[in-house]
């Protein structure tokens, strides 16, 4: 009697045992998984939303995907102490450029040496062949926001100190585009049409540059002040009066030069002539 007693007890503690393991394991399997896949459904099907760009008023919004085409990027090498890089400067620069596809060196200022070396004399230095001794590697200048360089190159300086060094990754739509460049010889066959690159520059020093009135960069007019082209032609008006100078063409009334015609009464010597008779 006592054994089948306490072989009925341990049968209700096993029995309780596994339904309280039921009862806690229930809620959390559908609490757990369900939250889990309705977030990741959520990113899948609205994978633009972080990407959305936030309008200012009076802009009205579009309903299209947000790409990008290209973008520059650089690593500082070394900051500058000097100067911060101003636009429409002179700079002047030491550079070496790769084919990022390749890392083939196509172009490198260090390459270029600078013009022969000369004593106090004025004379060329030559070496114990006597051949003339070149300078050192001269570093290239050029006006920024003229367009006289690729468009990577001319920005790639932008936020930089004089003194800095810097490594810039141009795509090639900042590069030379879908043609390329051609190169002088087999030697240096240039560079393929939509070819990347990387340049690394040092920016040496910047100077002020006067710019010319009637510079292209600077007299482009901007968009929605197509007025101010015509305000410079009323000065052209002005220039109609060094019409004037016509005046001076009519002083050619001192055609009375002719008058020197009359010189040709010195033909009365005639009269003298008429004398031996």
């Known amino acids: 009697m006592i054994n089948t007693m306490k072989l009925s007890a341990l049968i209700l503690l096993v029995a309780s045992a596994v339904a309280g393991a039921q009862t806690a394991t229930k809620p959390a399997t559908p609490s757990a998984a369900k939250p889990a896949t309705h977030a990741a459904s959520t990113t899948a099907a609205h994978p633009a939303a972080t990407s959305a760009i936030k309008l200012p008023p009076g802009v009205p919004a579009v309903k ?18 000097g100067a911060d890089a101003a636009a429409h400067k002179m700079y002047s620069v030491h550079y070496t450029g790769w084919l990022a596809s390749t890392g083939r060196k196509f172009d490198s200022s260090y390459d270029h040496p600078g013009p022969p070396l000369s004593d106090k004399d004025g004379k060329m230095v030559r070496d114990e062949k006597g051949q003339v001794q070149p300078g050192p590697p001269q570093p290239i200048s050029f006006i920024q ?29 900042m590069a030379y585009g879908e043609l390329g460049r051609e190169g002088p010889d087999a030697a240096h066959p240039g560079i393929p049409p939509k070819t990347d690159l990387i340049f690394d520059v040092e920016l040496l020093d910047q100077k002020d540059f006067a710019m010319p009135a009637n510079h292209p960069a600077m007299a482009t007019p901007r968009p929605g002040s197509p007025a ?5 032609q009323p000065a ?42």
């Open 145 to 173: 926001g003229t367009g006289r360089a690729i468009p990577g190159f001319d920005e790639g300086f932008t936020g930089m100190k004089v003194g800095g060094k810097r490594r810039l990754f141009i795509p090639w739509q």
């Open 236 to 277: 052209p008006q002005a220039q109609a009066q060094p019409a004037q100078p016509a005046q001076p063409q009519a002083q050619p009334a001192p055609s009375q030069p002719a008058q020197p015609q009359a010189q040709a009464q010195p033909a009365q010597p005639q009269g003298p002539q008429a004398q031996p008779k």
């Open 64 to 81: 299209a995907r947000l790409q990008t085409a290209f973008s520059l990027r650089y690593q500082d090498i070394v900051i500058g102490t």
């Open 228 to 232: 101010q082209p015509p305000h410079p």
